[in-house]
């Protein structure tokens, strides 16, 4: 943890007198700074071996700023921002969700009131961001169906890792997909999302309110993050959560069927940038198989 120290370090926050290894996250090297005479602090730095691009790039102000999004246009509770610059991101302490089918049912009125209540006439977001150490193009359009091809499938394909788990058959599968899209989804209004919201990135304020973490925020289709949730092992406790998400949000009862699509865009992500990919590359083929 001495490359997180050093950090903190050099900006300016001398009090810390250890960093302790934190898991969990998969981008960044991220600890737990303690201190002196102050609270303890969550931070992360991208190492210096990530590729991407996304060292120098802005990424933690793109991500500080899209807590702040989420908190205070969508109501969500996040971490306080303590510091944001170009190598670290520094926030508050969050707690370690509870094991609670309450803390879930909680969650999925959060959830609805941020997609419900953000409505937005465009797709996008006024400036790039990152998911992981990819960058997240937010290229402002009017037609979600061409803004999700465009920017979050097809632009995964040139992804070294990814032109080598894809065959040519199943990329011409992709572009078919893309094409259809306006008859496999609906045709819904973009909504402030989230953006990488699986399981890991919700847990709970001192209070044991759901917060989330780790964002990359856009104004989409609000059955991204579902599809992320979704799909991504949900654990049993949260079962109650999509019921009741589904009754506030008005969520015709077909929805489960579009989630393999819909959750492409974050598989091809985890294939770009993992050599290890989880099942994600077997995962796309098998989505892609009716469109061969």
Not at 27 to 43: D, K, L, P, Q, W
Not at 44 to 59: I, P, T
Not at 161 to 170: F, G, I, K, T, Y
Not at 222 to 242: I, K, Q
């Amino acid at each position: 943890m001495n490359f997180l120290a050093a950090g903190l370090s050099r900006a300016g926050m001398n009090d810390v007198i250890s960093v302790e290894s934190v898991s969990g996250g998969l981008a960044a090297v991220a600890g737990i700074a303690h201190r002196t005479n102050a609270s303890s602090m969550f931070v992360k730095a991208f190492a210096a071996e990530s590729d991407g691009g996304a060292l120098d790039s802005g990424a933690f102000e793109a991500e500080a700023e899209g807590l702040a999004a989420l908190r205070e246009v969508g109501g969500l509770a996040t971490p306080e921002v303590i510091l944001a610059n170009r190598e670290l991101l520094v926030l508050s302490l969050l707690q370690p969700r509870p094991v609670s089918a309450g803390f879930w049912e909680r969650f999925a009125h959060g959830l609805a009131h941020l997609h419900t209540s953000t409505v937005h006439p465009r797709f996008g977001w006024h400036r790039d961001n990152w998911l992981g150490r990819r960058r997240q193009v937010n290229t402002w359009a009017g037609d979600g169906f061409a803004f999700f091809a465009e920017h979050r499938l097809l632009r995964w394909l040139s992804e070294p890792r990814v032109e080598a788990a894809l065959d040519p058959a199943d990329r011409a599968a992709m572009h078919r997909l893309c094409d259809r899209l306006p008859e496999l989804l609906p045709d819904r209004p973009a909504c402030l999302t989230h953006g990488d919201l699986w399981a890991q990135n919700v847990l709970a304020t001192l209070d044991g309110q759901p917060a989330v973490i780790d964002p990359a925020v856009s104004y989409m289709w609000a059955e991204v993050d579902l599809a992320h949730l979704w799909t991504t092992a949900p654990p049993p406790e949260s079962r109650r959560f999509f019921d009741i998400y589904a009754e506030l949000t008005g969520l015709d009862d077909g929805w489960r069927s579009r989630m393999p699509i819909i959750q492409l865009r974050q598989h091809l992500a985890v294939v770009a940038q993992f050599d290890d990919d989880w099942g994600a590359a077997e995962t796309i083929r098998a989505t892609l198989q009716p469109f061969r």
